[in-house]
């Protein structure tokens, strides 16, 4: 894989924080080509200075830059979700569930055929303040959600859930108990299972 592949897709991800958010976002990327032409290995890392978010990895030669995008996106949406209590990347007209990251784009877990290309994600909104008791948000791919609530959303993962994972998803009537820790700006729920 080449520097310029990495670089690529990681700035196709930075324009979709930054247009969406409005935050700085660095790319640093790094180079090994003690071994030279094809056996260079590349890393790749972003970072979001205001939110104290960084992740990288080092990319499979021939990776294409949207599957670098995809697996820097799948590693910091739940943090750029919880620490900004934003709604990102924004399914227009879909409510709170947000876009989550495939190999081509962002896509709808409900209907993975429709896509955002990554690059062109460039919205995000405030969650909708009159729901309550509710799952707001739901990343499949990590098992991790958010509850609405009035007094501030609630984070949870399959650790405080007791139930069936596969029917957790966006709109979901749940009972839960807010312990006294944060995942971000969000409190940390102790308990979560479905409403009776």
Not at 46 to 64: C, Q, S, T
Not at 107 to 133: C, T
């Amino acid at each position: 894989m080449t520097e310029s592949n990495a670089v690529v897709g990681a700035r196709l991800l930075a324009d979709d924080i930054a247009n969406a958010l409005g935050y700085d976002v660095q790319i640093d990327a790094e180079t090994d080509d003690r071994l030279g032409g094809e056996t260079a290995t590349s890393s790749i890392g972003i970072r979001v200075p205001d939110l104290g978010i960084e992740m990288g990895y080092r990319p499979a030669a021939g990776v294409a830059p949207e599957s670098v995008a995809c697996q820097l996106a799948s590693h910091i949406q739940d943090d750029i979700l919880s620490k900004t209590a934003m709604i990102w990347p924004e399914d227009q007209g879909q409510g709170d569930q947000p876009l989550v990251p495939g190999d081509t784009g962002w896509y709808r877990e409900s209907e993975p055929g429709v896509v955002v290309p990554y690059g062109q994600a460039g919205a995000a909104h405030r969650p909708d303040s009159s729901l309550h008791a509710v799952v707001r948000w739901w990343l499949g791919y990590w098992f991790v959600g958010v509850i609405a609530d009035p007094a501030g959303d609630v984070w949870f993962s399959e650790h405080e859930f007791v139930g069936d994972l596969s029917t957790i998803h966006a709109g979901v009537r749940v009972d839960y108990e807010v312990g006294d820790r944060l995942h971000g700006q969000l409190r940390k729920a102790t308990a979560v299972r479905f409403a009776d």
